[in-house]
């Protein structure tokens, strides 16, 4: 047997193994179902930052919804555009119960916008959105009580248009199925899009003076907190308790803003992650080399089963996903996503050290 087929016969074991693991934790795993919250329990913050063209779609579902929490807080981070403006219209005639907070200078960025509205919430648990997602119509009602857990990890949908979009749309849905293939107490990541915790802890254990440096990150670092200090956490997975939010405007936004995670992120990973993302790409940058080698040596039938083969791998991969949010037509775009996807990597790979990390017009280290 040659090197080649020897590679793509390892390969294959590999990436076999590891879309059946996927599959085995995020299918056969039964998610517990726990009580609601009540929602004078609750206050949620939204952070926000020339969001005037992006916001109107949450406000709108906030609006929808049959029931609403203690009070929404928004914080506005220095924005130049009518933000806040649009807020007022949209909510002002509305049963919310809102106010707006501004950061005053030199305070800036999300950690620090979402730091200062926890400070004022009244109520023992927050809830934090971004301000470009919509949530379901029962969202509040379908929220999770906490209980002894300090942070609820809430999952994060986003959705596309376009072919850029749909491969986009997957691109993202892999973290979800990451995070579904751990313990459920123990997640390995976490969005302020979309994340519940106790009032008093976050305030206790997010030491912000950790990575003051950085802009945002706030979410994954405080996970990271949270667990250092002992504190119960966990994630869930239910569609009914998912926001969406809407893909990066082109892909060079989509490696942009992946190379500014890298950076917000480069503290609060633990080692599960690293090993997962090194495997991730591994699996990813082996096949596209093998498939263009078999290629060039002509041997197209080899070519034809690896590609059969990855296809297989990507929808065993995606079958909880799919399954979740009932999408199975976006399994129309994993033979693109084989290229797509490694593609991608290794954009965001040289992009981290030629292009200039940037958040909201600023720079992701002040």
């Known amino acids: 047997m040659e090197t080649l087929e020897i590679v793509v016969a390892l390969w294959i074991s590999i990436a076999l193994g590891f879309a059946l693991y996927i599959l085995l934790f995020n299918v056969v795993r039964k998610r517990k179902q726990s009580p609601k919250i009540r929602p004078e329990e609750l206050t949620v913050i939204i952070p926000f930052r020339n ?105 994060v949908r986003m959705t596309g248009a376009t072919l850029a979009g749909k491969l986009m749309e997957l691109e993202y849905g892999s973290f979800q199925l990451l995070q579904g293939s751990v313990p459920e107490n123990d997640p390995l990541m976490a969005s302020g899009a979309n994340l519940l915790f106790a009032t008093k802890d976050y305030l206790t254990y997010n030491d912000l003076s950790q990575h003051d440096h950085l802009l945002s990150g706030d979410d994954q670092f405080a996970l990271s907190q949270f667990k250092k200090q002992g504190r119960k956490v966990r994630y869930t997975l239910h569609p009914e308790q998912t926001v969406v939010t809407p893909v990066p405007e082109s892909i060079g936004a989509l490696i942009r803003q992946r190379i500014r995670w890298m950076a917000n992120n ?86 981290s050290l030629f292009i200039h990390k940037e958040w909201k017009e600023r720079s992701v280290k002040q």
């Not at 509305?94 to 800036?108: D, G, K, M, R, T």
């Not at 990855?310 to 084989?338: E, G, H, K």
């Open 51 to 155: 969001e005037e063209s992006r916001i109107r779609p949450l406000l709108q579902s906030l609006k929808a919804q049959k029931q609403l929490p203690a009070a929404f807080i928004f914080v506005d981070d220095h924005s130049t555009d009518n933000g806040k403006a649009v807020i007022q219209q949209e909510l002002s005639e509305s049963a919310i119960s809102f106010e707006i907070l501004s950061l005053s200078h030199p305070v800036s960025g999300k950690k620090k916008a979402v730091f200062e509205g926890v400070k004022t919430v009244n109520t023992p648990y927050t809830l934090t959105l971004d301000a470009d997602v919509v949530v379901p119509e029962d969202y509040f009602s379908a929220l999770p009580y906490p209980g002894s857990y300090a942070m609820i990890c809430l999952p």
């Open 266 to 351: 480069s503290g609060g990973t633990d080692s599960r992650a690293t090993f997962f993302a090194g495997l991730v790409v591994l699996i990813n940058l082996i096949y596209p080399v093998s498939f263009l080698l078999l290629i060039v040596q002509a041997d197209y039938p080899l070519a034809f089963r690896l590609f059969i083969v990855r296809f297989c791998v990507d929808f065993i991969t995606y079958i909880p996903w799919f399954t979740r949010y009932q999408n199975w037509s976006l399994a129309f775009y994993l033979p693109l996503l084989q290229f797509f996807y490694p593609l991608l990597l290794c954009s965001i790979g040289l992009g």
